[in-house]
């Protein structure tokens, strides 16, 4: 969230530096697999820095597995806050400033409320994906509920009910994440409809 809003923010930016390297970071990353994220960072990485420095630098699985999924998400996120924040109405923007609010302050008061009550679907539909994109992190070993389940079946040599149970725990989850986001979105319609 804090990657994505940060970059989300530097893609409206009057900075044209700042924008162009929002747009790169966001075009690179959703146009790249997530997997071979994974692998540059946990591997590409560490060789690249033993090729530049001489000695060895090994990343921690759990530590490569959040930085990419982190940036990786990030990207998704920053495009959901910049649409967010492009579909408030100009003139709430002019409003806030015509109050004597400065650009930040009008950002921060008036239009990431109103953003936030648009991009919260979205959002929920990201954080669906990045969790069930959390079974790739098993590629490199990370010990999440794809690979001990991986690992319960070299013990006991019976995939069906263990991928079963998997895909129970996964829509489980991903359905509480979902009526999470149904439930914020009602109240925050409840919220509109006062005004």
């Not at 490569?64 to 109405?89: K, T």
């Not at 919260?120 to 669906?128: D, Q, T």
């Not at 994440?177 to 509109?192: F, K, P, Q, T, Y």
């Amino acid at each position: 969230m804090l990657i994505g809003t940060l970059v989300g923010l530097a893609r409206l930016s009057d900075r044209v530096v700042l924008r162009a390297l929002a747009r790169i970071y966001v075009d690179f990353i959703r146009g790249t697999p997530l997997l071979v994220q994974i692998f540059i960072i946990y591997l590409g990485i560490p060789s690249l820095l033993y090729v530049l420095t001489g000695s060895r630098w090994p990343i921690n699985v759990y530590v490569a597995g959040i930085a990419a999924c982190g940036i990786n998400s990030g990207a998704y996120v920053a495009e959901i806050v910049r649409g967010g924040i492009q579909s408030i109405d100009r003139g709430q923007t002019e409003a806030a400033r015509s109050l004597g609010m400065t650009g930040a302050q009008a950002m921060r008061h008036v239009v990431l409320p109103q953003a936030l009550k648009r991009v919260i679907p979205p959002l929920g539909n990201e954080f669906i994906a990045m969790l069930k994109d959390t079974s790739l992190l098993s590629v490199i070993g990370v010990e999440e509920l794809t690979r001990k389940g991986q690992l319960f079946i070299a013990v006991t040599f019976a995939p069906f009910p263990v991928y079963m149970g998997i895909l129970l725990m996964y829509l489980v989850m991903t359905l509480s994440i979902s009526r999470l986001v149904s439930m914020m979105e009602r109240r925050l319609a409840v919220s509109d409809r006062r005004d």
